[in-house]
């Protein structure tokens, strides 16, 4: 299983990023999808789902408005579109199972800093 996150950087309050996973190793298909995140010093979070039809999605409540998960099946891909971006979204993102079921990625690095 390889989870690859790419897509963060540096960006300023109010900015816009749009991160990607690309999945390979398991039938990507027939998973529901989840990105995490984990910022200095704290636990990682699941902030947003999405089901395996790309249909249903879910959000924490810090994240509610801001951000859309979105999955393409056929490129194995999941997308984590983030608006309005705030300070407190610093973090390192990843992606994985909803249930965090396999290796973890590298993730990558969403920094808010003006």
């Known amino acids: 299983v390889q989870l690859v996150e790419s897509g963060g950087g540096l960006v300023q309050p109010g900015g816009s990023l749009r991160l990607s996973c690309v999945a390979s190793?398991?039938?990507?298909?027939?998973?529901?999808m989840s990105w995490y995140r984990q910022a200095p010093g704290k636990e990682r979070e699941l902030v947003a789902r999405v089901n395996i039809f790309d249909r249903s999605t879910s959000y924490a409540d810090s994240v509610k408005g801001r951000f859309t998960i979105s999955r393409d099946n056929a490129k194995k891909t999941v997308y984590l579109g983030i608006n309005s971006l705030k300070p407190e979204d610093t973090a390192v993102y990843f992606c994985?199972?909803?249930?965090?079921?396999?290796?973890w990625g590298q993730g990558t690095q969403v920094t808010v800093s003006s």
């Open positions: 190793g398991f039938t990507f298909s027939a998973y529901d």
């Open positions: 994985n199972a909803f249930d965090g079921r396999f290796s």
